[in-house]
């Protein structure tokens, strides 16, 4: 069977690991990131998702990739991480994020849907925050609420089309974002760590195995699914 991945954010962090068990598993992968990704098999497309627009220079170069695809794997990973809060966030940061973490994977959608077989599946990433909030993460929490509504209404629209979909929230991840983030501050990563049953932070491979098993359940479909090592509530 031709698999193949298409994945957002694999030039490093949970997207890398991702795309890296997947080409494990015989999938074709092709990332799309404005960074290229480290794995030599890996096709990448590069793109800004965050430019209005990136569908009109990106469709013609993916789906000559996808004609004889008979199960497409689509990852929404990309995102952008800001510090801000509801009284002081510019309205052009807070559409740039919307525009990666939320208007480029309902565009995506719509360009690779098309060569999407049955049990082809759209796997979409949140986060613990998609479901609660902390202080000073506003876009960020924002956006990822809106993963989780465009991934049920996702699952609502394809009734029936054999295309099954889910939302994978990880917890503290050890990537770029969460370290650039928390500033490389070992005092707050050690804190981060004890938040959680294992005391330790997540490897994007543990993510990488629970989208690979979102991405081939289709008992799944419309399915929140936690990964954060149970998270400690304060
Ligand atoms: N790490 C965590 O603790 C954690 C926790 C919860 C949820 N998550 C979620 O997991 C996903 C992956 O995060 P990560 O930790 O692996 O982050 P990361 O290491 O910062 O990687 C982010 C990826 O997104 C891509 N990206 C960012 N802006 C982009 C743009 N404008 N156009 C195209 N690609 C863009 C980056 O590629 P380029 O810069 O090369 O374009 C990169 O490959 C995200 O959805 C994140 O919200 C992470």
Redesign the pocket.
């Known amino acids: 069977m031709n698999k193949y991945l298409v994945i ?9 690991a991702t795309a890296k068990l997947f080409l494990e598993h015989n999938f074709m992968v092709i990332n ?5 990704c480290p794995l030599s098999e890996v096709i990448h497309i590069p ?5 209005s627009g990136f569908e009109e220079h990106l469709q013609p170069r993916l789906l000559p990739h996808l004609e004889n695809a008979e199960m497409v794997v689509l990852v ?6 800001e510090q801000d809060m509801v009284n002081q966030i510019q309205a052009n940061s807070f559409r740039n994020i919307l525009e ?2 939320v208007v ?1 994977p309902t565009i995506l959608n719509q360009i690779v849907l098309p060569a999407m077989g049955n049990g082809s599946a759209i796997i979409y ?5 998609s479901e609660k909030a902390v202080a000073g993460t506003f876009s ?1 929490v924002t956006s ?1 609420h809106a993963v989780v509504g465009l991934m049920r209404a996702t699952c609502q629209d394809l009734m029936g089309t054999g295309i099954h979909t889910a939302c994978v ?10 370290r ?1 983030h928390l500033n490389n501050d070992q005092a707050i990563l050690e804190h981060i760590k004890g938040m959680n049953a294992q005391h330790r ?2 490897d ?1 491979e543990e ?1 990488a195995q629970t989208i690979y098993f979102a991405a081939t359940q289709p008992v799944l479909n419309g399915a929140v699914i936690h990964a954060n090592l149970g998270q400690k509530e304060a």
Not at 32 to 36: A, D, E, I, N, P
Not at 76 to 81: E, F, T, V
Request: net charge positive; hydrophobic share 40%.
């Open positions: 957002t954010g694999a030039s490093r962090g949970i997207g890398l799309l990131s404005r960074g290229v793109v800004d998702l965050a430019q929404h990973n990309a995102a952008r991480l990666i973490n480029a990433i949140g986060s613990t925050l960020y990822k929230c990880p917890g503290f991840t050890d990537t770029e974002m969460l650039t932070l997540i994007p993510i």
